[in-house]
Nanobody
Framework: VQLQASGGGLVQAGDSLRLSCAVS????????MAWFRQAPGKEREFVAA?????SYADSVKGRFTMSRDLAKNTVYLQMNSLKPEDTAVYYC?????????????????WGQGTQVTVSS
């Protein structure tokens, strides 16, 4: 199973970005897909996950939307109203464990990460 994350960049506060995670070797329709992020000096934290309905961390609820394209076997994270505190490396992960909140140890596979930097 391989996950390829992309779409990060440098934006200003209030802007939007869409991250993508292309998956090979496992159908996203049958897998829990999640986004995590890790800021410098901090632990990796849960952002969002989807298998049926998406779930979100409180810090991004109402601003971020996770979705999936089954035909492309790809998941997305639409990030709106970005804040400087959203600055981090964003990772996509895949898991066979179903929940509404995830820890990094719940993931079976990881993508390589994509940098998101939000300037004030």
């Amino acid at each position: 199973v391989q996950l390829q994350a992309s779409g990060g960049g440098l934006v200003q506060a209030g802007d939007s970005l869409r991250l993508s995670c292309a998956v090979s070797g496992r159908a996203v329709s049958r897998t829990v897909m999640a986004w995590f992020r890790q800021a410098p000096g901090k632990e990796r934290e849960f952002v969002a996950a989807i298998k049926g309905n998406p779930s979100y961390a409180d810090s991004v609820k109402g601003r971020f939307t996770m979705s999936r394209d089954l035909a492309k076997n790809t998941v997305y994270l639409q990030m709106n109203s970005l804040k400087p505190e959203d600055t981090a490396v964003y990772y996509c992960g895949a898991s066979s464990y179903f929940s509404h909140y995830y820890y990094p140890s719940d993931m079976d596979y990881w993508g390589q990460g994509t940098q998101v930097t939000v300037s004030s």
